[in-house]
């Protein structure tokens, strides 16, 4: 069995609260987003302020945690310079790297900042060697974040096509579709994923019972899921939503079921394939989730260095699924 | 300012699992009746469908050049796996050929040589269509969920790069892609044992909510609206904004007469609301939306651009 290399956690900050958490629980790495549609978890009550964004890196250089920014939205023609400002603040503000995923913000950040670090956000959704290369060659990126669609064989594959490190996502909340590329939202909504960096937005988002205490959730106008007295509801986001088809005699879950990712006894599988940084999802979560979340893979990646066997780690309490899966990872009956 | 450019039309690549010979036969009728500059071929959905066509493609091809018409190839929107890649490489590598790219890995081996975006590219400003020009794009299909105010924006900077840029004006939206194909899913089976099963829904699978309203329609890994857009009121102003390429996306509704429509609104010949009575004519089965135009929810119709 060949030796494993030492993997950097990374973990969600969605409030400068939640970063310090994260600091103190172990994680290597935070990431986290301003307060504005440059960030792919724009919602309200969440993000950094930029004096918040200084204290807290100062905060975690203290602790020999690093800050990465995720800048990882698509600016609209005509509103440029609210990313042009973020990529700036990055850079003056000594973050470890900006997670970025539009082609002229890449651009934008290689030519003005060229000491700051680039990461390739999952949401450029680039999912093959040559994708990952044309980034790598155009702007310098030095890490790629994969989509969560690749199995661990493929990872492995990749790897050794590519020159840039590989961080992939071992826990929490996955949408079903490819990053980047869906609309959905946009167009029952009115806000756009990509460009406003909101996906369901709880503005949209209605519960109504009625009065056999049957709940209906909808997002704007459409009916995602309805729950029988007692089911847990999940918070209705179109990929995750009930419908009826032809080939299907009642309704199903046509993309998926409302799962989670959890890929805790993957990890030396992972780790073999060449991905160094793992990362936890969740920037939308309370402290109580990072507390528990990161603590828990910090002591699951110590354990794996110190030679311990992988082992499931169950932490479905936490997640907004009411299971967990292992996704796209473990193989291709997934698709 | 932009208003005298000539305005071409173009047909976007069928984007469903047709038989070889209906695919064959509709781009006959299109090479031959259809009032388009521009044909886009090829498979952008799933790679397990392209060598359906193979046996077709040559006399397609034939056809619709020795009609006057452009013919650009397009690539798979998705790419992943080797097959996928493969898929890529080969047509990539056609010599003298204008592909059109819809991913990444197409734009790497694309670099340095004039080509097409197709809009499964993200381009959504000036910066992201600098990079792209200075690779060898000539023109740019902008993503469908752009509203006009950014589309506006966009055209002037991509003129100075010499760039073109394309609007999809006709047919369900695409709106998502995923490594999952739903077709396979909602047959039982998974995108390696599919059997093909997206051949029973020319136009995409229709999914319906709770309520029994029909909502999006699915096709293979591709998940479109379940309304037709229709920007044929939106297709002057957008001339004027500079954009210069008005692309139809092929359903099995008269594609000849769309074609006719929108020619004739963008010359002049046929009024904006007598153009609608002729699309409303198609008698679809779902209705039409315009919402990503006026920056509203997509599945939205406002007619507002039709007066």
Not at chain 1, 317 to 330: D, I, M, N, P, W
Not at chain 2, 175 to 193: E, F, I, N
Request: net charge negative; with cysteine.
């Amino acid at each position: 069995m060949s030796e494993l290399r030492r993997p950097e956690l990374v973990c969600p900050a969605g409030t400068p609260a939640a970063l310090r958490t994260a600091v103190d629980a172990g994680a290597d790495a935070v990431y986290c987003g301003l307060q504005n549609e440059t960030n792919a978890r724009n919602f309200p009550g969440l993000n950094f302020a930029p004096a918040e964004l200084k204290q807290s890196v100062a905060y975690a250089h203290a602790r020999k945690a690093k800050v990465l920014l995720a800048v990882n939205t698509f600016p609209a023609a005509g509103k440029f310079g609210m990313w042009r400002d973020a990529i700036d603040l990055a850079a003056e503000t000594g973050v470890d790297a900006a997670i970025v995923a539009d082609i002229g913000v890449a651009d934008y950040a290689a030519r003005q900042h060229p000491n700051l670090r680039l990461h390739l956000s999952v949401q450029a959704g680039a999912s093959s060697p040559e994708a990952i290369r044309f980034y790598c060659e155009e702007f310098g990126v030095k890490r790629v974040v994969l989509p969560r669609m690749l199995t661990v064989a493929e990872i492995a594959d990749l790897h050794r096509q590519i020159d840039c490190e590989i961080e992939a996502f071992i826990f929490g909340n996955i949408g079903m579709m490819a990053e980047g590329r869906c609309s959905l939202t946009h167009y029952v909504t009115g806000l756009s994923t990509n460009m406003d960096g909101v996906c369901s937005p709880a503005a949209d988002v209605h519960y109504e019972e009625d009065t056999g205490r049957t709940l209906t959730t909808r997002l704007g106008e459409f009916v995602i899921d309805r729950f029988a007295c007692g089911e847990s509801a999940g918070y209705p986001t179109i990929c995750k939503g009930r419908y009826s088809c032809s080939a299907q005699t009642e309704p199903y879950y046509a993309f998926e079921e409302p799962v989670s990712l959890n890929l805790s006894a993957l990890l030396p599988e992972l780790m073999r394939a060449g991905v160094t940084a793992l990362k936890i999802e969740g920037r939308q979560r309370s402290r109580a989730y990072v507390k528990s979340v990161v603590s828990a893979f910090r002591s699951a990646v110590d354990g794996l260095m110190q030679g311990r066997e992988a082992a499931f780690l169950s932490l479905l309490t936490l997640t907004e699924g009411s299971r967990e899966t292992q996704g796209a990872f473990a193989g291709k009956r997934w698709r | 300012m932009n208003g005298n450019i000539a305005s071409e039309l173009t047909l976007g690549p069928v984007l469903f699992n047709w038989a070889p010979e209906r695919w064959r036969d509709f781009y006959f009728r299109v090479a031959d009746e259809a009032p388009v500059d521009v044909v886009y071929l090829g498979e952008v959905v799933c790679y397990k469908r392209a060598p359906l066509f193979d046996d077709v493609m040559p006399e397609v091809v034939a056809r619709v050049q020795a009609a006057g018409k452009t013919v650009v190839y397009s690539t798979l929107a998705e790419v992943m796996s080797k097959q996928e890649r493969t898929l890529v490489e080969d047509v990539c590598g056609c010599d003298g050929a204008l592909i059109e790219a819809n991913d990444g890995s197409a734009l790497m081996r694309l670099r340095g040589r004039p080509h097409h975006v197709g809009p499964f590219v993200n381009a959504y400003n000036e910066g992201t269509v600098a990079v792209l020009a200075r690779n060898g794009a000539r023109s740019i299909c902008l993503p469908p969920e752009m509203p006009k105010t950014a589309i506006a924006n966009l055209c002037g900077p991509a003129a100075e790069c010499g760039v073109m840029t394309e609007v999809q004006v006709f047919g369900r939206v695409p709106l998502a892609l995923s490594a999952r194909c739903y077709h396979a899913r909602a047959h039982g089976r998974t995108k390696d044992t599919c059997q093909f099963v997206c051949d029973t829904d020319p136009d995409g699978m229709v999914l319906r909510t709770l309520e029994d309203r029909p909502f999006l329609a699915v096709n293979g890994i591709q998940t479109m609206s379940h309304a037709f857009l229709n920007l044929l009121g939106g297709v002057r102003e957008l001339r004027a904004m500079g954009v210069s390429s008005f692309r139809l996306s092929p359903h099995t509704c008269d594609m000849v007469a769309v074609a006719r429509t929108f020619r004739d609104v963008l010359d002049g010949k046929v009024d904006i609301g007598e153009g609608q009575a002729q699309l409303a004519a198609l008698a679809l089965d779902a209705p039409f939306c315009d919402g990503f135009y006026t920056g509203n929810a997509g599945q939205t119709w406002s007619r507002a651009a039709a007066q």
